[in-house]
T-cell receptor, first 112, second 113 residues
Framework: NAGVTQTPKFQVLKTGQSMTLQCAQD?????MYWYRQDPGMGLRLIYY???????DKGEVPNGYNVSRLNKREFSLRLESAAPSQTSVYFC???????????FGQGTRLTVV | AQSVTQPDIHITVSEGASLELRCNYS??????LFWYVQSPGQGLQLLLK??????LVQGIKGFEAEFKRSQSSFNLRKPSVHWSDAAEYFC???????????FGTGTRLKVLA
C-alpha cells in the first residue's frame, strides 16, 4: 500500500520555466492538498481539493495552479517559476475534512 | 483567525529524560488537533489526533497529548525519550468540514546520548 506518492522527488528549474508536480493516492480519499514547507514557517497550504471536481485556494496560492484529474490524482503546476518558489512541496490526502491527513515524501524544488 | 503556536523552536533533552512539547491554538469552533513528526528528508507521520471525548490521547511510539480547552493547548508528552525520537514535530489544527489544516512552525528535538 503506497499511500501518497509524489513525483519527482527533486527538481531544479531555471527562473521562468514551468513544471508540474504530480501526486497520487491509493487510499480512496476524497480530499487532497498541496503544502509548501519553508524553514521556520511550518507548512502552508497552497491549494486543496475537498472532493473530485472541486479546488480551492489556500494561504499562498499565487504563482500556482492545480488540477484534480480524478479522485486519485492532484497535480500542482508552476507556470513561470520564481526563486521564491524554492521550497519543499508536500501533497497530502484525507478521507474527509474531518480526518487526519496523510502525507507524501515531498518534492524538493530549487529555482535558480 | 485560526492559528497554531509552537513556542519552542528547538528543544534538547537527554536520552531517557521526559519530554513535553507545547502547542497553543486559536480556533473559533471545536478543533480537531494533531501532532505529526518529520524525520530529516521525510514526509510527515501522524503521531496522534484529538477529535472529541477523552482529553488525554495516546499515540504511536509512546507519545501522548492532552487537550486543555481552557488553555487552548494540546501539549505532546513522552515519559522517556529515545535517541530515535530526534526529529521535527508539528502541531496542527483543523475543524469539521474546513478542509484546512493549519500547522505550527514546528519544534526541532535533539536527543543527547
Amino acid at each position: 500500500n503506497a499511500g501518497v506518492t509524489q513525483t519527482p522527488k527533486f527538481q531544479v528549474l531555471k527562473t521562468g520555466q514551468s513544471m508540474t508536480l504530480q501526486c497520487a493516492q491509493d487510499m480512496n480519499h476524497n480530499s487532497m492538498y498541496w503544502y509548501r514547507q519553508d524553514p521556520g514557517m511550518g507548512l502552508r497550504l497552497i491549494y486543496y481539493s475537498a472532493s473530485e471536481g472541486t479546488t480551492d485556494k489556500g494561504e499562498v496560492p499565487n504563482g500556482y495552479n492545480v488540477s484534480r484529474l480524478n479522485k486519485r490524482e492532484f497535480s500542482l503546476r508552476l507556470e513561470s517559476a520564481a526563486p521564491s518558489q524554492t521550497s519543499v512541496y508536500f501533497c497530502a490526502s484525507s478521507e474527509t475534512g474531518r480526518s487526519e491527513a496523510f502525507f507524501g515524501q515531498g518534492t524538493r524544488l530549487t529555482v535558480v | 483567525a485560526q492559528s497554531v503556536t509552537q513556542p519552542d523552536i528547538h528543544i534538547t533533552v537527554s536520552e531517557g529524560a521526559s519530554l513535553e512539547l507545547r502547542c497553543n491554538y486559536s480556533y473559533g469552533a471545536t478543533p480537531y488537533l494533531f501532532w505529526y513528526v518529520q524525520s530529516p528528508g521525510q514526509g510527515l507521520q501522524l503521531l496522534l489526533k484529538y477529535f472529541s471525548g477523552d482529553t488525554l490521547v495516546q499515540g504511536i511510539k509512546g507519545f501522548e497529548a492532552e487537550f486543555k480547552r481552557s488553555q487552548s493547548s494540546f501539549n505532546l508528552r513522552k515519559p522517556s525519550v529515545h535517541w530515535s525520537d530526534a526529529a521535527e514535530y508539528f502541531c496542527a489544527v483543523g475543524g469539521s468540514g474546513t478542509y484546512k489544516y493549519i500547522f505550527g512552525t514546528g519544534t526541532r528535538l535533539k536527543v543527547l546520548a
